[in-house]
């Protein structure tokens, strides 16, 4: 089974400043998919990004970026110009390609919390 | 375009008694899953539906629990003979059977066992 690792529990951030949660993860798949999601205190998840395995260019969305680096199988989240609303949970997750055997669930870290300060 | 649903959002019962959570996906999803988050983890997998038809189910999904999806539209979870240990938010996704599909999340039904 694929495992995710998210070792850092808290982070904390300046408002306009720039943080970069990490995500390690842990598989023998050469094709999957990787995702940031949000989690807002009592509010539901979203998606933040994606990342297809195959593609070696970074996603980015707005002021979300990622830094995948599949040899180390790393997956980080840089969040740019940090806004108030961007404190929550955030949680890595992992999920097979759709030609595995390895079904289509996700596979969460145990999340970061971020705190942004005024 | 509504998002994903669940009810009740709150639900507390005592120890024996059965509960059960309705969740209702995005419209055009013919793929559900249920996951369960507890305090300081991440969400871990129970099921996943493709349309009507129940394709996984997670070890943790003891046989206190069954999932349904009659007609391929919305899904119930129900826990029978709870216990204190099953405490915890379950969650609810939806996601179109495309080869990039994403799943999308409800707000959760957080269970809480006296």
């Known amino acids: 089974a694929q495992t995710v690792t998210q070792s850092q529990p808290e982070m904390s951030v300046q408002e306009a400043e720039t943080v970069t949660l990490s995500c390690t993860y842990d598989?023998?798949?050469?094709?999957?998919?990787l995702f940031w999601y949000k989690q807002p205190p009592s509010r539901q998840m979203i998606l933040v990004i994606r990342?297809?395995?195959?593609?070696?260019q970074n996603a980015t969305e707005n002021r979300f970026s990622v830094n995948f680096q599949k040899a180390a199988k790393s997956f980080s989240l840089k969040i740019s110009d940090s806004q108030l609303g961007d404190a929550a949970m955030y949680f890595c997750?992992?999920?097979?390609?759709?030609?595995?055997?390895?079904?289509?669930?996700?596979?969460f870290g145990k999340g970061t919390s971020l705190l942004v300060t005024p | 375009d509504t998002g994903v649903s669940q009810d009740p959002r709150h639900k507390i019962t005592k120890r024996g008694q059965n509960v059960t959570f309705r969740c209702d996906p995005i419209?055009?999803?013919?793929?559900l899953y249920w996951y369960r988050q507890t305090l300081g983890q991440g969400p871990e997998f129970l099921t996943y539906?493709?349309?009507?038809?129940?394709?996984?189910k997670s070890r943790l999904l003891s046989d206190r629990f069954s999932a349904e999806r009659p007609k391929g539209s919305f899904s119930t979870l129900e826990i029978q003979r709870t216990e204190q240990g099953d405490s915890a938010m379950y969650l609810c996704?939806?996601?179109?059977?495309?080869?990039?599909?994403?799943?999308?999340f409800g707000p959760g039904t957080r269970l809480l066992v006296l």
């Open positions: 996704a939806s996601s179109t059977d495309m080869w990039d599909e994403t799943q999308y």
């Open positions: 598989t023998s798949e050469s094709d999957y998919y």
């Open positions: 990342q297809e395995a195959y593609k070696q």
């Open positions: 997750a992992y999920r097979s390609a759709p030609n595995s055997n390895s079904g289509y669930a996700l596979n």
């Open positions: 419209s055009e999803h013919n793929r």
């Open positions: 539906f493709q349309n009507e038809a129940q394709l996984e």
